[in-house]
């Protein structure tokens, strides 16, 4: 099973600024990797798949970068409805596909 | 538009079952891969379920793997989980989720259905 873990939990960060989260996977995914947003009481939603390609309807302030075991997802400048929960997700090898823990992005 | 609506959550005491049910509409069902989804109270994802498009390929997470069952039926469009042996670490909002955007992720989900297993 690939075990992806995501850092930091917490990003505070203030309206305007840039947000870079990270994952990091067990061992290579290659380009297989997604991001998701979950806000509070909602079901995730799908932001970034292929490491870097941004779902229908994201915007451009959203992208992704990276391969093989390190992905970044960078928010180029926070507006407040990014304030949420961001997942990562390996599709390169399963099952068990596999998300990370979180990084939760809160507004400082 | 498309969309999953979950049904069937609810209490259950350790042991016992549950058949969850999602509904989708606004696409054509029988093309798409779905999934379920869990999601413990405060914590985050677990994958546990995949389903293909007309069945014939089925994975489970080992945590599931034994007790619960996927299947569709996509003449109703709609996809089942039936659980049974309900341990308390079940306790979760169970996503049912479709296969898109990327191959192997989620582009659409239903709005969950709470799964509580308790004495």
């Known amino acids: 099973e690939i075990l992806m873990t995501q850092s930091p939990v917490t990003l505070s960060v203030s309206p305007g600024e840039r947000a870079t989260l990270s994952c990091r996977a067990s061992?290579?995914?290659?380009?297989?990797l997604a991001w998701y947003q979950q806000k509070p009481g909602q079901a995730p939603r799908l932001l970034i798949f292929?490491?870097?390609t941004r779902a229908t309807g994201i915007p451009a302030r959203f992208s992704g970068s990276g391969s093989g075991t390190e992905f970044t997802l960078t928010i180029s400048s926070l507006q407040s409805e990014d304030f949420a929960v961001y997942y990562c997700?390996?599709?390169?090898?399963?099952?068990?596909?596999?998300f990370g823990g979180g990084t939760k992005v809160e507004i400082k | 538009e498309v969309q999953l609506v979950e049904s069937g959550g609810g209490l259950v005491q350790p042991g016992g079952s549950l058949r969850l049910s999602c509904a989708a509409s606004?696409?054509?069902?029988?093309?798409?891969?779905m999934n379920w989804v869990r999601q413990a109270p405060g914590k985050g994802l677990e994958w546990i379920s995949f389903?293909?498009?007309?069945?014939?390929?089925?994975y489970y997470a080992d945590s599931v793997k034994g007790r619960f069952t996927i299947s569709r039926d996509n003449a109703k469009n709609s996809l089942f989980l039936q659980m049974n042996s309900l341990r308390v670490e079940d306790t979760a909002v169970y996503f049912c989720?479709?296969?898109?955007?990327?191959?192997?992720?989620?582009?659409?989900w239903g709005q969950g259905t709470l799964v509580t297993v308790s004495s």
């Open positions: 989720a479709r296969v898109g955007g990327g191959p192997y992720t989620f582009d659409y």
């Open positions: 606004g696409f054509t069902f029988s093309s798409f891969e």
């Open positions: 389903i293909s498009d007309f069945g014939t390929t089925i």
């Open positions: 061992q290579s995914v290659g380009s297989r």
């Open positions: 292929g490491a870097s």
């Open positions: 997700q390996q599709y390169n090898n399963w099952p068990p596909l596999t």
